[in-house]
């Protein structure tokens, strides 16, 4: 089974990225793809989860349905779907450095050795990071 952590924009929903990205993973993968993601209604973990449903591939959502006081929305998504384990981290966000949420997610991908890419456009082109630096140099 490869497990393949996607996160990203709350507010970018590129459908048609994400298919694209998806119908290559299942390419490369075939049935033991497995995506995991945040299951927040809008952005990249919506389109995600619609992609997923059109091709027919398995999806691990992980949405916090219980927020202590003053816990930030997604965060707890984050550590959740990092326990579980995932093999791929892609990141989908056009201002990644300016993120809290995504870049959470990033750092605690790349402090436990997950292999991460990310894509900054429309394009299905990313580049990988292995250092935070690598975001902040753009």
């Not at 990225?17 to 033991?32: M, S």
């Not at 059109?54 to 202590?68: F, K, N, S, W």
């Not at 998504?77 to 326990?83: D, G, K, R, T």
Request: net charge neutral; with cysteine.
């Amino acid at each position: 089974m490869t497990r393949v952590l996607v996160t990203g924009s709350r507010s970018w929903k590129p459908i048609d990225l994400a298919t694209e990205v998806l119908a290559r993973l299942r390419e490369h993968y075939g049935d033991d793809l497995v995506v995991v993601h945040g299951a927040f209604h809008g952005g990249i973990d919506a389109a995600f989860a619609a992609g997923c449903k059109a091709l027919g591939v398995r999806q691990e959502p992980h949405r916090q349905l219980h927020r202590t006081a003053g816990s930030r929305v997604g965060l707890g998504e984050n550590a959740s779907m990092l326990a579980a384990g995932a093999d791929l981290c892609l990141v989908f966000h056009r201002e990644l450095a300016d993120s809290k949420v995504a870049a959470d997610c990033v750092i605690r991908a790349l402090e436990a050795g997950i292999e991460t890419w990310w894509y900054s456009g429309l394009t299905c082109e990313p580049r990988q990071i292995r250092s935070w630096a690598d975001v902040m140099l753009g």
